[in-house]
């Protein structure tokens, strides 16, 4: 398995609170993803990460923010938590973007939002 | 717009009974298409890239093929440790992944 660890497991919170979740990896890979899975959904990217301090949008990035001091961590923050995230979030790596390079997944973190 | 589309959504087959899985595509200039493994409780696991029409892949009892517009997923002589959901998807031309949103397939004994 890819050395992906994805810190907590399982959150419940409550809405209007910050919350974090934690993406290390082992691998050295430059390329790190956050996604979110739901019912009736495919899994949709929230923000990804190309290098140290390099970050850009996805698809479902409003109300989440990133931040990756370190190659090894990608930290995903939810501003102020709202019931619409309740989800379960996956992080992702790769050697590098595109067409040709297959992705790495992590456990995933189910949170919850009440 | 790009757009995945996967059925059926669910598959219920007997053990060693061959069937197949559909992922349909949309995308200006597909890039390639992968198919995921996910089992219950973990993050996908990667099992094939397809890039051009006619290209196959194969791993165990898994063959992937592909058309211009849609990838199969053959499953042939399928035991209870395929049970799984299977994802399919594309980089489409601005080269982020789109995915379905999966078939779960269920081999029983």
């Known amino acids: 398995d890819a050395g992906i660890t994805q810190s907590p497991r399982h959150k419940v919170t409550e809405t209007g609170t910050p919350v974090t979740l934690r993406c290390h990896q082992t691998?050295?890979?430059?390329?790190m993803y956050w996604y979110r899975q739901d019912p009736g959904h495919g899994l949709r990217l929230i923000h990804y990460?190309?290098?140290?301090?390099?970050?850009d949008k996805g698809e479902v990035s409003d109300g989440y923010s990133v931040s990756r001091s370190k190659t090894e961590d990608f930290l995903l923050t939810l501003e102020s938590a709202t019931s619409s995230q309740t989800s379960v979030y996956f992080c992702?790596?790769?050697?590098?973007?595109?067409?040709?390079?297959?992705?790495?997944f992590g456990s995933g973190t189910q949170l919850s939002v009440l | 717009e790009d757009q995945v589309t996967q059925s059926p959504e669910a598959l219920r087959l007997q053990e060693g009974e061959s069937s197949s899985l559909n992922c349909s595509y949309t995308?200006?200039?597909?890039?390639?298409l992968f198919w995921y493994r996910q089992d219950p409780g973990k993050g996908p696991e990667f099992l094939f890239t397809l890039y051009s029409a006619g290209e196959e892949k194969e791993k165990e009892r898994l063959k992937a093929t592909l058309t211009k517009k849609e990838s199969f997923l053959h499953i042939t002589a399928p035991k209870p440790e395929d049970s799984a959901t299977y994802l399919c998807a594309v980089s489409g031309s601005q080269g982020n992944l789109i995915f379905g949103k999966g078939t779960k397939l269920s081999v029983k004994p």
């Open positions: 992702a790596i790769s050697r590098r973007q595109g067409e040709n390079e297959k992705l790495f």
């Open positions: 990460s190309y290098g140290v301090k390099d970050t």
């Open positions: 691998e050295n890979h430059r390329y």
């Open positions: 995308v200006s200039g597909l890039r390639g």
